[in-house]
């Protein structure tokens, strides 16, 4: 069974930098799982924010940034804002299927 | 303006079915891969199932393989999922999103507000 582990929380101070990050149990993730990166807010619907590992969805802010470091997928919040609390989720494209990360909560304080 | 609009959703005693609909509008449905998505209370978002834009491939998860099968009508732009031999472990906020697989991209690019189904006696 595959898993897809993302880190539990984070906590990141009003204009600071967070990096999140998204494993693969099976071995690295690289840019053919095609990762892109959810944002949901508290009763809300998830909102796209990433895809295809760095690419950002129309009217995301720039401060939203993807990456690969080293065997992971990555989400960095550059400068976060208060309205950034929220949870956030990797997904990865698996050849038919995808697999959704754990998820991070993030708290802007 | 794309928007989906999921329905169907309710209370639904264990063993019983239901079927959700997706009513897409603001794009050519029939050009896209559909897709649908829960998320159980307190819990993380799960990718239960995919249909591409023909409708002649679909994808399951594990955990709905053989009882929940999606549909769509492309003359309706709408998308379906019927749901049966409920389990309470399918109680969950139902998503429908527009799936922009094949070609050098997949992803999640529109997503629906959800409809809720609870399974319970």
């Known amino acids: 069974q595959t898993v897809v582990t993302q880190e539990p929380s984070f906590s990141v101070s009003p204009g600071g930098t967070v990096t999140l990050t998204c494993g693969l149990s099976?071995?690295?993730?690289?840019?053919?799982?095609?990762p892109s990166w959810y944002q949901q807010a508290p009763g809300q619907a998830p909102r796209t924010l990433i895809y295809?590992?760095?690419s950002r969805s129309s009217g995301v802010p720039d401060r939203f940034s993807g990456s690969i470091l080293g065997n992971k997928a990555a989400l960095t919040i550059t400068g976060a804002q208060a309205d950034d609390e929220s949870d956030y989720y990797c997904?990865?494209?698996?050849?038919?299927?995808?697999?959704f990360g754990t998820g991070s909560k993030v708290t802007v304080l | 303006e794309v928007q989906l609009l999921e329905s169907g959703g309710g209370l639904v005693q264990p063993g019983g079915s239901l079927r959700l609909s997706c009513a897409a509008s603001?794009?050519?449905?029939?050009?896209?891969?559909m897709t649908w998505v829960r998320q159980a209370p307190g819990r993380g978002l799960e990718w239960i199932s995919s249909?591409?834009?023909?409708?002649?491939?679909?994808y399951y998860a594990d955990s709905v393989k053989g009882r929940f099968t999606i549909s769509r009508d492309n003359s309706k732009s709408t998308l379906y999922l019927q749901m049966s031999s409920l389990r309470a472990e399918d109680t969950a906020v139902y998503f429908c999103?527009?799936?922009?697989?094949?070609?050098?991209?997949?992803?999640?690019?529109?997503w629906g507000q959800g409809t809720l189904v609870t399974v319970s006696s």
């Open positions: 249909i591409v834009d023909r409708g002649i491939i679909t």
């Open positions: 999103t527009r799936d922009r697989r094949f070609g050098t991209m997949y992803y999640f690019d529109y």
């Open positions: 997904l990865l494209y698996m050849g038919s299927d995808y697999v």
């Open positions: 099976s071995g690295p993730v690289s840019t053919s799982y095609y």
């Open positions: 603001g794009f050519t449905f029939s050009g896209y891969a």
């Open positions: 295809s590992t760095n």
